[in-house]
């Protein structure tokens, strides 16, 4: 509890050559510390601090098991700090991963935060293959606890990336406002009607 605040801060403040031998010895349990209460912002400031080049083997560690560390309670930290500090074709194979399970992980209470971290710093594809799986289902999830908050962030998202995602945009409009099977004008089954009397689906329609 005590000693990774030290590492911490030896990170933060040690020169590349002192970082990369810390990291060194990270290298082979590093799974073990990214599962750890402490030991997760060990790795976490390791990632922060040292070049994106310098942290492979983090990346190495997670790539094969994402969708499972982006469910973890330690490992969604991790995965959320790679995404800042590192470009998305070096994360490739991770995302891959993640955005096979979009639905499941937006409902999850740690993989929530993951999939909202990709419509914040993945590329335009990346942020594509989220809004058009929240389109498909978008009055499950516009009324779960957890991903309600990936719907409103998809909304953020096509706001400000409104050149790359105008399609996508309109396409969120069309599900919540008439649904898989368009009504004009709609009706009281339409998503936008349903989620209205949701105390989840009126706090991100003000968006």
Request: with cysteine; glycine share 4%; charged share 25%.
């Amino acid at each position: 509890m005590h000693g990774c605040r030290v590492i911490q801060k030896a990170f933060q403040v040690c020169p590349p050559e002192l970082q990369s031998m810390l990291a060194g010895e990270l290298k082979h349990g590093v799974l073990d510390c990214i599962k750890s209460m402490h030991g997760n912002h060990v790795v976490q400031k390791c990632i922060e601090q040292m070049p994106p080049e310098s942290v492979s083997f983090v990346v190495e560690a997670v790539e094969d098991k994402a969708e499972a560390m982006a469910a973890h309670i330690y490992g969604c930290r991790i995965i959320q700090r790679l995404l800042e500090h590192c470009t998305p074709k070096r994360l490739e194979r991770m995302l891959r991963q993640i955005l096979r399970s979009i639905r499941k992980l937006s409902t999850d209470p740690y993989g929530n935060y993951v999939i909202r971290h990709i419509l914040e710093h993945g590329n335009p594809e990346h942020k594509k293959s989220i809004v058009n799986e929240v389109c498909n289902y978008v009055l499950e999830l516009g009324k779960d606890k957890h991903a309600s908050n990936v719907v409103e962030k998809c909304f953020e998202a096509a706001l400000v990336t409104a050149a790359f995602l105008k399609e996508e945009r309109q396409r969120l409009i069309r599900a919540v406002v008439l649904g898989p099977v368009p009504k004009d004008p709609p009706d009281r089954y339409s998503p936008l009607v349903q989620l209205m009397d949701d105390r989840r689906g009126r706090r991100w329609q003000t968006v």
